[in-house]
């Protein structure tokens, strides 16, 4: 009794993942009798007695506190339209934009212009799939420079590790300072072209093992590889 598939391993629609009542079904896990079936293709993943999938494919879907990097793509006069990278726009109130007095009539392109790119946290998603974002809080701000890729949003966790350990470690590593958005668009900033690129080939490296274990040592020696290459580590 117990689990019959190992942590991290890939299990498709329908497969046994352990018998008995020792473990509890999570996310993308159904019971059936004794069983604990898979309902979907994905990654094992056991967090203490819970047994989920973590999907190997699949579309960001928003939820309130996320937070997301968004694209301003319309500026009226109570506020901005922006692109979530998703199929849904998104609303950024002037009340939400800023804590500062701003004068009715205000030019707000002044404040973020179209083209504009911005760390945000979803407030409140209605059943029309309609968002509303926030800049109030730690860590939200405008977008300077730097580069944006985009992956998988069902990749994203495994970027960001447990308690940021993964991207912690890309940070340390190359010197960039690095924002991952829960919609799968990620931002990279370095001192040079060369830790920019080595962040960025980093990341996808992660999204496509995202399903092996060990992951932590491969990124570390990657890395290393890949700095090496480009000239020696950054101090």
């Known amino acids: 009794m117990g689990l019959i598939v190992e942590d991290k391993s890939i ?10 009542m020792d473990f509890l079904p999570g996310e993308g896990v159904f019971r059936d009798g004794e069983s ?7 990654v094992v993943n056991v967090s203490g007695r819970v047994v989920k999938l973590i999907p190997l ?11 997301i990097i968004c694209k301003v793509i319309d500026v009226s006069y ?19 934009a800023s804590s500062s007095y ?24 209605t059943s029309q799939n309609l968002i509303d974002i926030s800049m109030k809080g730690p860590g939200l701000h405008k977008l300077n420079s730097g580069r944006i ?17 993964m991207v912690s470690t890309i940070k340390n590593a190359t010197a960039c300072n690095i924002i991952v958005g829960q ?8 001192d040079n072209p060369q830790s920019e690129f080595v962040a960025v080939e980093t990341i996808k490296m992660i999204e496509s093992n995202a399903h092996k274990q060990g992951l ?11 700095l090496n290459e480009s000239g020696g580590k950054n101090e």
Request: proline share 4%; net charge positive.
């Open 36 to 42: 604990i079936v898979s309902s979907r293709i994905g």
């Open 57 to 67: 494919t699949g579309n960001y879907v928003p939820k309130v506190g996320d937070r």
């Open 183 to 190: 919609n799968g668009l990620i931002w990279i900033k370095g």
């Open 149 to 165: 890729i985009q992956v998988s949003p069902v990749k994203v966790p495994r970027i960001i590790g447990k308690q940021g350990s």
């Open 78 to 96: 109570s506020g901005w339209r922006v692109d979530t990278n998703t199929a849904y726009s998104a609303v950024l109130s002037l009340k939400e």
């Open 216 to 226: 932590t040592d491969t990124v570390q020696n990657f890395i290393q590889g890949k």
């Open 11 to 20: 299990v498709v629609p329908g497969e046994i993942l352990g018998e008995g």
């Open 102 to 125: 701003v004068e009715r009539g205000a030019d707000l392109t002044k404040i973020f212009n179209i083209g504009d790119r911005i760390i945000a946290k979803i407030t409140n998603v």
